[in-house]
């Protein structure tokens, strides 16, 4: 996409991430007095007066970080947001002054050649204003003061922000189709996410819990845009040590919400845990299509299984995503990746399929000949029609008498009659038994 870039940069625990939270208008970014909180790049696309950006926040730079294993990677996304971006919103904090690392930033940011505003945060009274002045010395212009807590100085920011950013053609957000990658910590989905996308967006690293906030990006496949949002891992709520990771499950929930279709990431050496089924439980609740990939497939040879066996314990324990496409994959070595894509599109094709009533009552009178409907006690149910209602979710609306009395079982049997004959792989079948209007 060509919508314009902003970046904000700068050391832990400046106010980055509510200033982001600030501009999107929601809680995007986790706020927390922990530094080093934002590990990986998180963006959002917002709109000001007609003008659409994307505002990304930035994982802090600190050389003294106690997690080697993921200060380079860090780096990496520091760089390739700069890379990437319009305009540059350099944070400083103007109760702890200019500092060493702030200077360090600076040349660093200098290095992109890309347009900078030095933002000196936490401004909220006259003195701290004049305090803003220190800032001159960094050789970056005016410094603009802010408080991003209590929304001062933001709306001058955000209109110095368009002032300078290139003017974006608002396009049309309806051809965008959005899919969440989930499941649990370190199952390789930030790996699968960097394979589809080709981009090593999201920070890959064996620790569990690496990615802590939901992080987007695009990809154009055959001429349609699809939002990847690669998610936090979730854990079991019991096992969660901190607030942060509390956040992090609420997020993923929310990119499962979010999203069209939800890929569930599984272990090939872990298959299948309760966690795992209970991830594929938020999905069924939110009525998303669903496609199952296992990774780390590249180790099934070493633990003596193979596709059949695997194909039916997922089946069994995932019942409720019927007809999902099980994908076999390695992110390290690129075995089945390929796959990912067009199978999307297929499940994309089921999702927001419509069938005509014609069809779908003829298939009805069908089911209802070879399988009447049992009877209640001296109560003897009757449905008259079915009508689709809506796509995204398949949505049927099923004229009735006594529809209470209609049990779940003759429910079931309806619904695996249509997917028999429609379809539907990958997408759940939404029946609504109502009353019949009179």
């Excluded at 009274?125 to 002045?133: A, F, Q, T, V």
């Excluded at 967006?201 to 939002?227: A, H, Q």
């Excluded at 939800?262 to 299948?272: A, F, G």
């Amino acid at each position: 996409m060509n919508i314009p870039i902003i970046t904000i940069v700068g050391r832990p625990n400046v106010g980055k991430s509510t200033l982001f939270n600030r501009i999107a208008g929601r809680r995007i970014s986790i706020v927390s007095d922990i530094p080093g909180t934002t590990r990986d790049r998180v963006s959002f696309n917002s709109e000001w007066n007609d003008n659409k950006f994307c505002i990304i926040d930035t994982a802090g730079l600190n050389d003294n970080s106690h997690e080697d294993k993921l200060l380079k990677e860090v780096k990496f996304q520091f760089s390739e947001a700069l890379n990437n971006s319009n305009l540059i919103l350099f944070i400083v904090n103007v109760n702890e002054g200019l500092t060493p690392e702030d200077n360090e930033i600076a040349r660093i940011i200098r290095k992109s050649g890309k347009p900078i505003l030095l933002v000196v945060n936490k401004v909220d009274s006259n003195e701290k204003e004049s305090g803003s002045m220190e800032f001159y010395s960094l050789g970056m212009g005016d410094p603009l003061p802010i408080s991003a807590y209590h929304n001062i100085g933001i709306t001058d920011l955000i209109e110095k922000c368009i002032s300078i950013i290139p003017k974006f053609k608002n396009d049309d957000d309806q051809n965008q189709l959005r899919v969440s990658i989930v499941g649990r910590p370190n199952v390789g989905k930030s790996s699968i996410f960097n394979s589809i996308t080709n981009s090593k967006r999201s920070i890959v690293s064996t620790i569990p819990g690496t990615t802590r906030d939901s992080i987007d990006s695009y990809l154009n496949f055959k001429g349609k845009d699809i939002l990847f949002i690669d998610t936090a891992g979730l854990r079991r709520r019991g096992k969660t040590e901190k607030g942060l990771e509390k956040f992090s499950i609420l997020r993923t929930i929310n990119s499962i919400e979010r999203s069209h279709i939800s890929i569930l990431v599984l272990d090939t050496s872990e298959l299948i845990t309760d966690q795992d089924t209970h991830i594929g439980g938020f999905i069924e609740q939110a009525e998303r299509g669903y496609i199952i990939v296992i990774n780390k497939w590249d180790l099934s040879k070493n633990l003596g299984i193979n596709i059949n066996t695997i194909t039916e314990r997922i089946f069994d324990r995932f019942k409720f995503m019927r007809g999902a496409p099980i994908i076999f994959t390695s992110a390290n070595t690129g075995y089945g990746i390929d796959y990912i894509a067009p199978t999307i599109m297929k499940v994309w094709s089921e999702f927001s399929k419509k069938i005509n009533d014609v069809d779908l009552n003829s298939e009805l009178v069908k089911c209802i000949s070879s399988n009447p409907i049992p009877r209640s006690g001296n109560q003897k149910p009757k449905i008259y029609k079915i009508t689709q209602v809506r796509t995204a979710p398949p949505t049927f609306s099923v004229e009735s008498r006594q529809p209470k009395l209609i049990h779940f079982s003759y429910r079931r049997y309806l619904e695996n009659h249509f997917r028999k004959e429609f379809g539907f792989d990958g997408t759940p079948v939404v029946m609504n038994f109502n009353s019949k209007i009179k």
